[in-house]
């Protein structure tokens, strides 16, 4: 048994997870084009400013809000873009390339098709905002007085939002093969290099948000306010409980440590309820006493580690 199990972790300890981690994900972004609400104050209205305080216009520097981001017509729209970023990350892990994730190959489809649905929702809540414009102009003119200028606003805004994604390439290319055998040798050397880091920041990624949500949960169930207890919210189990979901959705195997930490988390909340927390004394001394432990055993990873290993395998 011992020999068995000491050949098993010869085996994890040889594996290549970065290269597994390149052959099973692609690159993803997500684009977002937005209206602009704000816009710099000319020379002219910076120097009425500096008048009115009887300071020097050179120092001075400001913005005015076009529309009320706060109506329900444009927080609407932002909401869209919103729900498709938290979707696109909830889907992808990290790539340290600023706007790249790394989305598992066999999720491609799932991806591209809410997607479209985002789409789908960003043209109604743009409709939406298209029947309250004029409005929402009207409104500006009033609180914006002599700021206001008609050239700020474009005719239309239907066309001036959009949620679109890609998938780039990292490979390098194929010409450069030929062309130039060394220099394509290190540029494979550098996108590998790349996804042995993908690999480091996807472990520190989950292992930061379990403390997190951990700590939350914690402070809900022993904090106090005002010599009372903190109130405890659904959410705190629930956010728990969806983490668990996504983390094996995406099915990282680069720490044993982390893996063992995250099944106790699941394991000491598995059948709870929130309303168990709230009203059941014994549940809410148990559950806390355990994420204290898990959160003792936490602080020994929060340190930066060497590379270690990730695995992306659909179930």
């Given at each position: ?6 050949l098993f972790q010869d085996d994890e300890a040889t594996r290549d997870f970065a290269s597994e981690l390149q ?293």
């Amino acid at each position: 048994m011992a020999s068995a199990l000491a050949l098993f972790q010869d085996d994890e300890a040889t594996r290549d997870f970065a290269s597994e981690l390149q052959d099973r994900t692609l690159a993803c972004r997500v684009h977002h084009e937005k209206l602009g609400t704000r816009k710099a104050l000319t020379r002219e209205q910076l120097a009425q400013v500096a008048d009115s305080f009887a300071a020097d216009r050179r120092l001075l520097a400001g913005t005015k809000r076009l529309l009320d981001t706060s109506h329900p017509a444009f927080r609407a729209v932002m909401r869209v873009h919103a729900a498709a970023t938290e979707f696109w990350q909830s889907m992808t892990v990290p790539f340290p390339e600023p706007g790249i994730r790394l989305l598992r190959r066999d999720q491609v489809a799932v991806f591209d098709q809410r997607m479209r649905g985002f789409q789908a929702e960003l043209r109604e809540a743009v409709a939406g905002l298209v029947r309250a414009y004029p409005q929402l102009q009207d409104l500006a003119r009033d609180d914006l007085g002599s700021l206001f200028s008609e050239g700020d606003y474009p005719a239309r805004v239907d066309d001036a939002f959009a949620i679109t994604w890609d998938f780039p390439s990292f490979e390098p290319p194929s010409y450069l093969r030929r062309l130039h055998p060394q220099l394509y040798e290190q540029e494979c050397v550098r996108i590998r290099s790349r996804f042995d880091e993908a690999v480091r920041l996807t472990e520190e990624a989950f292992l930061a948000r379990l403390n997190g949500l951990v700590a939350h949960l914690a402070d809900r169930l022993t904090g106090e306010e005002d010599g009372k207890p903190k109130v405890f919210r659904n959410s705190a189990l629930v956010n728990l409980n969806a983490f668990f979901a996504e983390f094996r959705q995406l099915d990282i195997g680069s720490s044993a440590e982390l893996q063992e930490l995250v099944g106790r988390a699941q394991e000491l909340v598995r059948g709870v309820r929130p309303d168990d927390l709230r009203t059941d004394a014994d549940t809410r001394t148990t559950v806390a006493s355990g994420l204290a432990q898990i959160q003792q055993a936490m602080d020994g990873l929060m340190v930066p580690k060497p590379r270690r290993a990730i695995s992306l395998v659909a179930d």
